[in-house]
């Protein structure tokens, strides 16, 4: 995932040409100057910032707000649930050196929410490097903060001159070309899709499973898998992950361990009744279109967290799923690379194995390709996957 070290917009792709012509107006300046411009944020988000006020009379609605990491709550809201086509939304990147204007101010996370704190640029300057830090994330949680922390802020009054504006990120390449339709300026327009939520890769097996390179907890399927030994220990990989980001998943983990209900060959379904949607959007609990559950599938790959991945027990865990997926109710699935990673098996043995079974599930299966080494293109082909099918 790549490492963001500037100042971030979010905007539709409608008004990119206003912006590379008169720069990014606050929405006070866009109403007096009767400007055509399209809303990226919900009603209900427009609202909110139009109440909370600032310093000296004026409220959100006279600044322009930047995103120290615009992967955040807000954007997870913005492509999922307010009904904006994923290729209409843009991030641009901005000059750090915005930040040494002195009427800025800085938010301690979304600056429309009253339990946020708002500093003066001037106050704020030891304060800046600490965000800096804390939103240098790729996922969030409620539980430690860092769902509000990612979308701290940086307010500037009135407007930001074109001449700031240092890269244009794209969702696809459907959208860069659209982009470039619009800028004629030298500014380096930037195929993201993991920043928008999305994989940077995938490939159709299948009318049901495809091979995903990308962030599997960012899938939205209903069951996430995680690879796991069967002595409770999530160091690390996808499990030490699941760890902090799901400490529940965790606990029941180490239950299922301890009672030794985890067993070689047969994985175990964790029903959770939350929603991976809840935990991501911002301000879920006014969204009313959630995911209703995410569940995750605990699928032992090895006895040890120091040995080597169970070729044959992988295969009888698959088999296992293979059986039960539909009496467990499994409406879809998105599944590592088992074994593939920390487990020093060979893709090139186990991804035939793994497709074999999981094109045998009549619903869809996203595979995520091992993030640890790169995959021979001869190696993704359904040829080779699926043995000419």
């Known amino acids: 995932m790549l490492k963001l070290r500037g100042l971030y917009y979010i905007a539709h792709l409608n008004n990119l040409s206003s912006i590379l012509e008169r720069g990014i107006l606050c929405h006070r300046k866009i109403e007096e100057e009767k400007i055509k411009f399209t809303p990226i944020y919900d009603a209900e988000i427009v609202a909110n910032r139009q109440k909370r006020k600032v310093s000296g009379g004026k409220n959100l609605w006279d600044f322009v707000n930047l995103y120290f990491q615009p992967r955040n709550a807000m954007l997870y809201r913005v492509i999922f649930f307010s009904g904006v086509d994923l290729e209409n939304i843009i991030i641009i990147g901005l000059k750090y050196s915005i930040l040494n204007r002195e009427n800025i101010f800085i938010t301690t996370g979304n600056a429309a929410s009253y339990n946020t704190e708002i500093f003066p640029a001037g106050k704020a300057k030891n304060y800046i490097r600490a965000i800096r830090k804390k939103t240098d994330k790729e996922w969030w949680a409620s539980e430690d903060g860092s769902k509000r922390e990612l979308m701290a802020e940086c307010l500037i009054p ?232």
Not at 176 to 199: G, M, S, T
Not at 200 to 213: A, C, G, M, N, Q
């Open 158 to 389: 009135d407007s930001i001159g074109p001449e700031y504006i240092s890269e244009i990120y794209v969702p696809n390449y459907s959208s860069l070309n659209k982009v470039k339709q619009i800028c004629k300026r030298d500014v380096p327009i930037i195929p993201e899709p993991e920043l928008f939520f999305h994989p940077s890769r995938k490939i159709p097996l299948t009318e049901k499973l495809s091979l995903v390179e990308g962030d599997m907890f960012f899938s939205r399927m209903q069951t996430l898998t995680i690879s796991v030994n069967t002595v409770g220990v999530m160091g690390k990989g996808l499990a030490s992950r699941a760890k902090y980001q799901f400490p529940d998943v965790y606990v029941k983990y180490q239950d299922l361990c301890k009672d030794k209900i985890l067993k070689m060959g047969k994985p175990y379904l964790y029903k959770r009744e939350a929603s991976l949607d809840f935990i991501l959007a911002d301000e879920a609990e006014r969204l009313t279109n959630l995911n209703l559950q995410t569940w995750f599938l605990l699928f032992p790959t090895k006895t040890d967290w120091r040995k080597m991945a169970d070729f044959k027990g992988i295969e009888e865990g698959l088999k296992w799923l293979v059986a039960q997926y539909e009496k467990e109710g499994i409406k879809s699935l998105a599944i590592p690379a088992l074994g593939c990673g920390l487990g020093w098996l060979p893709w090139g043995i186990v991804g035939p194995m793994l497709c074999r079974y999981l094109e045998k599930l009549k619903i869809p299966v996203n595979l995520y390709l091992p993030l640890e080494r790169r995959i021979p293109d001869e190696q993704l082909s359904k040829d080779f996957l699926l043995k000419g099918k």
